[in-house]
Antibody, heavy 124, light 105 residues
Framework: EVQLVESGGDLVQPGGSLRLSCAASGFPFSSYSMNWVRQAPGKGLEWISYISHSATTIYYADSVRGRFTISRDNAKNSLYLQMNSLRDEDTAVYYC?????????????????WGQGTTVVVSS | SYELTQPPSVSVSPGQTASIACSGDKLGNKFAYWYQQKPGQSPVLVIYQDDKRPSGIPERFSGSNSGNTATLTISGTQAVDEADYYCQAWDSNPAFGGGTRLTVL
């Protein structure tokens, strides 16, 4: 079964740090680009970061650039999001989502597999 | 950053056709994607590459994309289709629309 399982969400104080993980199974993880997408309470989906299959291409949304770092370990079939200098507005459910296979260009595939999400609450 | 605009809400009677629009600059030159999200659940891809349905998505879901507007159409809408729907496209990176709440009443 193709599956993504996020973990690492927690309650953290403003200015704090947190590391999210996403464990992939059931598909060749190293062949796919990946995204982190978040959803604040009662709000819509917000894309925040992308990493190509080999980690040679990385993008960030303006809202997190300089504070968050995406990475992956293909040997461990895992995706990560290091979040520093957290703010109240980072409170959200964070999803990892599979993107395009390495044989297709960005934008040619949708995000066809999503995890169940992990909740991050930033509050004092 | 690339902006995609959706109506906040759409209402439809059971059995009727629901259409949800998504507008963006030259969106027709890009692939449009649509996701369905029900309360408490993760998003599900329902349309990819403008008009294709992933395996397991009912035939009543269809899509089109031309000019500056992509449209998700649900024919014979059922109560189970009540959900939030998001469009998505790639510019220099992925972008989502603000979402449309579909109410079946």
């Amino acid at each position: 079964e193709v599956q993504l399982v996020e973990s690492g969400g927690d309650l953290v104080q403003p200015g704090g740090s947190l590391r999210l993980s996403c464990a992939a199974s059931g598909f060749p993880f190293s062949s796919y680009s990946m995204n982190w997408v978040r959803q604040a309470p009662g709000k819509g989906l917000e894309w925040i970061s992308y990493i190509s299959h080999s980690a040679t291409t990385i993008y960030y949304a303006d809202s997190v650039r300089g504070r968050f770092t995406i990475s992956r370990d293909n040997a461990k079939n895992s995706l990560y999001l290091q979040m520093n200098s957290l703010r109240d507005e980072d409170t959200a459910v964070y999803y990892c989502a599979r993107d395009h296979r390495w044989t297709t260009p960005p934008g040619d595939d949708g995000m066809d597999v999503w995890g169940q999400g992990t909740t991050v609450v930033v509050s004092s | 950053s690339y902006e995609l605009t959706q109506p906040p809400s759409v209402s439809v009677s059971p059995g009727q056709t629901a259409s949800i629009a998504c507008s963006g600059d030259k969106l027709g030159n890009k692939f449009a994607y649509w996701y369905q999200q029900k309360p408490g659940q993760s998003p599900v891809l329902v349309i990819y590459q403008d008009d294709k349905r992933p395996s397991g998505i009912p035939e009543r879901f269809s899509g089109s994309n031309s000019g500056n507007t992509a449209t998700l159409t649900i024919s014979g809408t059922q109560a189970v289709d009540e959900a939030d729907y998001y469009c998505q496209a790639w510019d220099s990176n992925p972008a989502f629309g603000g979402g449309t709440r579909l109410t079946v009443l």
